[in-house]
């Protein structure tokens, strides 16, 4: 039997970062399919997704934002906390494949939507409680809207992608090199 140990990298941070990014931003995608994917995607279990419950879903994504658009700590900490009284919980052990040992939040009778939140809003302010908000935040590219969570082990994430980070690097390389050619010529 193996024990999961879900810190900061579980799959509920990264499951938050892509719903609030499906359902707040320009390029986003919530539909019911993208929805049922996230939750594929991020070991949640998407058969139980029914068409019902994709509004609830959306209505997260929306509650979420804020949470990484927050520049002051004690902001993201209300939120969180004013959440976490809003929320059903139940922490308990489970065990199930394919996670082992692992906690769930929500009572264990919950449907989908209120054991998504429960995972996600703890999972989100154990990384508050660890890290402060240098891990979490709105991408920095030009014209990007998307939010990020860095789960690396430097911290150092600015940008939703590497993409949105080589698109502004390349950039700031344009930039400087027509900045010496002018000096130059």
Known sequence: MATQITGYRSKAVAAAVALVNAVTTTEGD???????EILRVNEFFWQQLESGDVEAFRE???????????????????????????????PHISNHEPHGVHM?????????PDRFRAATLMKL?????????????????????????DTSKAGRRRFCSEACANRTNVAAFRARKR?????TA
């Open 60 to 90: 997260w994504g929306r509650t979420l934002r804020p949470f990484f658009e927050a520049e002051e700590l004690m902001d993201a900490a209300e939120l969180l906390n004013d959440l976490m009284l809003r929320i059903p919980m139940h």
């Open 104 to 112: 769930h939040y929500a009572p264990p009778s919950s449907r989908l």
């Open 125 to 149: 302010s154990e990384l508050v409680c660890q890290y402060g908000l240098g891990r979490t935040g709105v991408c920095a590219a030009d014209g990007c809207d998307n939010v990020y969570a």
């Open 30 to 36: 919530d539909s019911e399919d993208a929805l049922r």
């Open 179 to 183: 900045t010496i050619d002018d000096k």
